[in-house]
Nanobody, 125 residues
Framework: QVQLVESGGGLVQAGDSLRLSCAGS????????IAWFRRAPGKELEFVAA????????GYADSVKGRFTISRDNAKNTWYLQMNSLEPEDTAVYYC??????????????????WGQGTQVTVSS
């Protein structure tokens, strides 16, 4: 069974930091591009960040650029989203996703093959 499992979400105050983790199992994700998406209450799924299979290319949504950092540890088959200076607008369910066929699929959710179930991040004012 191929799975992605997110962890690290929680309730924090504005200005705090969180680090989300995405643990892959069932196969190696070394050659896959990884991304984070989120869905806020009443909103559509939103792209957050992506990283290429090599880790040499990253991309971020304008709303999180400069505050969030995506990284990967292929030895552990685990990937991260470091979130700093959190704002109430960051409140959402965060999803990890992997693309098995694209070097760098970017912001289009359709390009991703595997998805986690999500982890809740709530930021209070």
């Amino acid at each position: 069974q191929v799975q992605l499992v997110e962890s690290g979400g929680g309730l924090v105050q504005a200005g705090d930091s969180l680090r989300l983790s995405c643990a892959g199992s069932g196969r190696t994700f070394t050659n896959d591009a990884i991304a984070w998406f989120r869905r806020a209450p009443g909103k559509e799924l939103e792209f957050v960040a992506a990283i290429s299979r090599s880790g040499g290319t990253t991309g971020y949504a304008d709303s999180v650029k400069g505050r969030f950092t995506i990284s990967r540890d292929n030895a552990k088959n685990t990937w991260y989203l470091q979130m700093n200076s959190l704002e109430p607008e960051d409140t959402a369910v965060y999803y990890c996703a992997a693309s098995t066929t694209r070097y760098y699929p970017g912001s289009n959710s359709v390009d991703y093959d595997y998805w986690g179930q999500g982890t809740q991040v709530t930021v209070s004012s």
